[in-house]
T-cell receptor, first 115, second 110 residues
Framework: DAGVIQSPRHEVTEMGQEVTLRCKPISGHNSLFWYRQTMMRGLELLIYFNNNVPIDDSGMPEDRFSAKMPNASFSTLKIQPSEPRDSAVYFC?????????????FGPGTRLTVT | DQQVKQNSPSLSVQEGRISILNCDYTNSMFDYFLWYKKYPAEGPTFLISISSIKDKNEDGRFTVFLNKSAKHLSLHIVPSQPGDSAVYFCAAISGYALNFGKGTSLLVTP
């Protein structure tokens, strides 16, 4: 049973370029989350989708960041234009609400380096 | 403002002994708590959870204790094994968002 799939695993790009990160959630999960991990701030939530609809994007740093979920099996996080301070590991996670269980399952992450 | 705090950045334990990882939180609205384990270059892996209506949950070698009055939870690993060496994150939920601590790096030595 495949877990959350993210691509690419590593991305190195120059400042000003557009970056697109991809995520395939676990089949049957109806919630999807994008997180960013940095040394300074740890793991922080960027955006949350439920049934493909963005519910909370208050964690998105600024207008350079955008996320979409065109269907239940695919989501993208785009940064345009990218800046060196965007360098971090970006995780996608998915979950399904079952009664009192709220576990989120994480992908392996995309390590982004912006030079 | 960090609502979930793991005040020990690292912990070293001998194989076979008990590992105790601690976590404190400030938001009394949190109603579900989780522990995640993370190896380098991998995503966090769900380990064990506890609802705020309980004070203990056990799964094999792993037990999580919740003290709501103290806003404190802990993860006990007994007996510790070298394969348990990883970073452990405490997380709390109110609604849907996971609020993570900054992690404790556990090293289990042979």
């Amino acid at each position: 049973d495949a877990g959350v799939i993210q691509s690419p695993r590593h991305e190195v790009t120059e400042m000003g370029q557009e970056v697109t990160l991809r995520c395939k959630p676990i089949s049957g999960h109806n919630s999807l989350f994008w997180y960013r991990q940095t040394m300074m701030r740890g793991l922080e939530l960027l955006i949350y989708f439920n049934n493909n609809v963005p519910i909370d994007d208050s964690g998105m740093p600024e207008d350079r960041f955008s996320a979409k979920m065109p269907n239940a099996s695919f989501s993208t996080l785009k940064i345009q234009p990218s800046e060196p301070r965007d360098s971090a590991v970006y995780f996608c996670a998915s979950s399904v609400n079952q009664g009192d269980r709220y576990e989120q399952y994480f992908g392996p992450g995309t390590r982004l380096t912006v030079t | 403002d960090q609502q979930v705090k793991q005040n020990s950045p690292s912990l070293s334990v001998q194989e076979g002994r008990i590992s105790i990882l601690n976590c404190d939180y400030t938001n009394s609205m949190f109603d579900y708590f989780l522990w995640y384990k993370k190896y380098p270059a991998e995503g966090p892996t769900f380990l064990i959870s506890i609802s705020s209506i309980k004070d203990k949950n056990e799964d094999g070698r792993f037990t999580v204790f919740l003290n709501k009055s103290a806003k404190h939870l802990s993860l006990h690993i007994v007996p510790s094994q070298p394969g348990d060496s990883a970073v452990y994150f405490c997380a709390a939920i109110s609604g849907y968002a996971l609020n993570f601590g900054k992690g404790t790096s556990l090293l289990v030595t042979p």
